[in-house]
């Protein structure tokens, strides 16, 4: 019997500890965010088994990136409001990196190994697959942080891939 009222009472201790768990309401919040994108802008594709949407704009040629190729791409990166954080499209050359390189938001290396060479496709990412609970941000001179991105933010990437270097075997 006492055995029994223990077990009770620490199953009760669980379920009350996770539901005070503040990163459940923002993992909710961010669901109910994606859901509410996708249904109003009419998004048919499904997400990969990572959360992410990948939304193929136009269609590039030949084989698909790999990791550890070299690629050069124009983007820009959004919140899903469609306030535009960053974008490179007005710069002479785009920006170059290695796919799968640890600089890299996960969700990038995911994505770009659905696209090929002229590819153009936005990627709608869940926060897991950019920048986290954590988001992210900066310090100044001052050590004063400014938040670019909070925490538990998805984004929207549009990405057009205009070169790709192989990697060597």
């Known amino acids: ?18 539901s005070c768990n503040p990163a459940k309401k923002y993992e909710e919040e961010e669901k109910s965010l994606i859901a ?23 269609p590039g040629t030949g084989d698909l990136i790999k990791s550890g190729d070299s690629v050069g791409v124009y983007y820009t990166l959004m ?17 170059r990196f290695r796919v799968g390189s640890y600089e890299l938001i996960e969700g990038w290396s995911k994505g770009l190994l659905k696209m090929k060479p002229g590819t153009k496709a936005r990627l709608l990412l869940p926060s897991s697959m950019a920048y986290g609970s954590m988001g992210y941000g900066y310090y100044d001179n001052y050590g004063n942080y400014y938040t670019i991105i909070p925490g538990y933010t998805p984004l929207l990437f549009d990405i057009e891939v205009v070169e790709l270097v192989r990697a060597r075997k």
């Open 1 to 18: 019997m006492r055995k029994t009222i223990s077990a009770a009472v620490l199953t009760a201790l669980a379920v009350a500890i996770i």
């Open 79 to 95: 919140f899903l409001t469609g306030e535009v954080k960053q974008s490179n499209v007005e710069e002479e050359t785009p920006y």
């Open 36 to 58: 509410d994108y996708i249904a109003s802008n009419n998004i048919t594709v499904s997400p990969d088994a990572n959360g992410i949407y990948y939304i193929e704009t136009e």
